[in-house]
């Protein structure tokens, strides 16, 4: 049995992002997984203090790691095997007691200023250094892989539909109102052709007008699985609602969306607006999945159902590879 320790910020997708990654390597060995919520000593100083904590690092050893751990609450490693920590907050604190602690460590996200060799591997989604300790992952970490979600769907009983995952304004994304319109226009059309029920889910992203919009006008056709983030609806399995789907949408403007998509081996398709301001990195992430055939793109504006094969076992190979990197990172 291997003890695994997760260091959180708070921000619940990095955390599922580390739980992934637990997830990921309980295949291959039985873990137990401790959840440790990082805490400044003065929470009034902690951007002084990972700035300081930062700059410690350049020069790193023991020294720095325990001055650096002043700055925060401890936390108990004596019997851990491996911390995995997401986020750049996390980074300066996870490094400096993966050092003092003698413990393999996982860090997931963008370098932020430190270097991929102060991790025993750093995952991200592109190349920063030219060293094995940066572990480039084909996916974004999360929870959910082909076999989770369709046991899932399989123990909830749920039946076959198309599922639309929604967001909203952000990372350069922003749609008119006449694409949601559009949208709406679209998925009548998709249920009335193919006449297989519709599932909604709405995200903290999602405009709550345009929720209600939704609601209002699509309140014609079957949305019996569907949750309204802006209505409170939290008791449902993502897990289960994309081990059920037949095709997933997703609106372009969330990573980890479509990263959870993905990882169902369902077919998925990203729509986008015709406004897109996203940053060069971000529209890399998209077209990377699109080279790896992870994905499909429409525009929101006029879309429609493809016939698409699942991706489920090209979604298990890249999730097999990045297992077998870790556990050679971190010698298990």
């Not at 076959?160 to 922003?174: A, D, M, P």
Request: one cysteine or more.
């Amino acid at each position: 049995m291997k003890n695994i320790t997760i260091i959180s910020d708070g921000i619940p997708g990095h955390v599922n992002q580390s739980k992934g990654v637990a997830y990921l390597l309980s295949q291959s060995h039985p873990v137990t997984i401790e959840l440790h919520e990082m805490t400044f000593k003065i929470h009034a100083l902690r951007s002084f203090f990972t700035i300081m904590a930062k700059l410690l690092l350049k020069k790193p050893n023991k020294l720095s790691a325990k001055i650096i751990s002043f700055f925060y609450l401890s936390v108990d490693l004596k019997d851990c095997d491996l911390i995995i920590a997401a986020g750049g907050k996390t980074a300066p604190y996870s490094a400096a007691y993966s050092m003092l602690s003698d413990k393999p460590l996982i860090q997931l996200g963008s370098p932020r200023g430190m270097n991929s060799t102060l991790f025993s591997a750093l995952v991200t989604v592109e190349r920063y250094f030219d060293d094995p300790s940066n572990v480039v992952a084909s996916l974004t970490p999360n929870l959910y892989s082909p076999e989770r979600c369709s046991q899932s769907a399989l123990k909830e009983g749920l039946k076959e539909h198309i599922l639309f995952l929604i967001g909203g304004k952000g990372i350069g994304y922003s749609y008119k109102a006449r694409e949601w319109d559009s949208l709406i226009s679209s998925i009548q059309e998709m249920y009335f052709s193919a006449k297989i029920p519709i599932t909604i889910v709405t995200s903290r992203r999602s405009d709550p007008e345009i929720e209600k919009k939704l609601r209002s006008q699509l309140s014609n056709i079957p949305l019996d699985y569907s949750v309204w983030f802006h209505l409170g609806d939290k008791n449902f399995n993502l897990d289960a609602l994309l081990g059920s789907a037949k095709n997933v949408f997703v609106t372009e403007d969330s990573a980890m969306m479509i990263s959870e998509s993905i990882s169902s081996g369902k077919p998925v398709t990203t729509l986008y607006p015709s406004n897109i301001k996203a940053p060069k990195r971000y529209q890399q992430h998209i077209q990377k999945y699109l080279d790896l055939e992870f994905i499909s793109r429409q525009p929101i504006k006029k879309f429609s159902l493809k016939e698409k094969t699942n991706t489920t076992q090209n979604v298990q190979e890249h999730l097999t590879k990045l297992k077998d990197v870790l556990i050679e990172r971190i010698q298990w």
